[in-house]
């Protein structure tokens, strides 16, 4: 596992395969890291399935409203969480491989619990979704996650914690 310089802006999300530690940027994107962070220590996160997964773009996952497995998950993607939407935090951060993006709808403010996260450089998307994290250890479990827009038999995020509560 890559060394933690802070752990209080670093999250461990657990899936099948192993431990995925992002790194996230609050100096960028405060309120998208503190949602993070706020939903992780709620535990929201955790058994929240990759719903929509696409090869060679990136995994998307982070409905805590529709997105539990066991669930009804043919909703999910179209949820979020019961606290507000986010505004925008866009910046000159490029959206490239083991990037976190903000996930959300048409309307730039309307990021609120999902997420993606970028399998290859997706520059694109660059100044259009908030980018907040970046995966510093464990991007080769992130490649074995299982694709599908929604897969057959979802991948999902087993445990999700900040660091520095691990």
Same mark, same amino acid.
């Given at each position: 596992?890559?060394?933690?310089?802070?752990?209080?802006?670093?999250?461990?999300?657990?899936?099948?395969?192993?431990?995925?530690?992002?790194?996230?940027?609050? #100096?960028?994107?405060?309120?998208?890291?503190?949602?993070?962070?706020?939903?992780?220590?709620?535990?929201?996160?955790?058994?929240?399935?990759?719903?929509?997964?696409?090869?060679?773009?990136?995994?998307?996952?982070?409905?805590?409203?529709?997105?539990?497995?066991?669930?009804?998950?043919?909703?999910?993607?179209?949820?979020?969480?019961?606290?507000?939407?986010?505004? #925008?935090?866009?910046?000159?951060?490029?959206?490239?491989?083991?990037?976190?993006?903000?996930?959300?709808?048409?309307?730039?403010?309307?990021?609120?619990?999902?997420?993606?996260?970028?399998?290859?450089?997706?520059?694109?998307?660059?100044?259009?979704?908030?980018?907040?994290?970046?995966?510093?250890?464990?991007?080769?479990?992130?490649?074995?996650?299982?694709?599908?827009?929604?897969? #057959?038999?979802?991948?999902?995020?087993?445990?999700?914690?900040?660091?520095?509560? #691990?």
């Amino acid at each position: 596992m890559a060394e933690i310089k802070d752990p209080e802006n670093t999250i461990l999300i657990e899936l099948k395969t192993g431990t995925v530690v992002i790194e996230l940027m609050p #100096a960028i994107a405060p309120k998208h890291s503190e949602r993070m962070k706020e939903l992780a220590r709620e535990g929201a996160y955790d058994g929240v399935i990759f719903h929509r997964v696409i090869e060679g773009f990136m995994a998307q996952t982070g409905d805590v409203e529709h997105g539990k497995e066991g669930g009804n998950i043919r909703r999910a993607g179209t949820g979020g969480s019961d606290k507000p939407d986010l505004p #925008a935090e866009f910046s000159g951060i490029p959206h490239d491989r083991g990037t976190l993006g903000a996930a959300r709808s048409s309307n730039p403010n309307s990021a609120n619990s999902q997420f993606f996260i970028n399998f290859t450089d997706n520059h694109f998307l660059n100044r259009q979704y908030t980018v907040y994290g970046r995966v510093i250890s464990g991007m080769e479990h992130v490649d074995e996650i299982t694709r599908g827009e929604p897969p #057959a038999n979802p991948d999902k995020m087993i445990s999700v914690k900040v660091a520095a509560d #691990a």
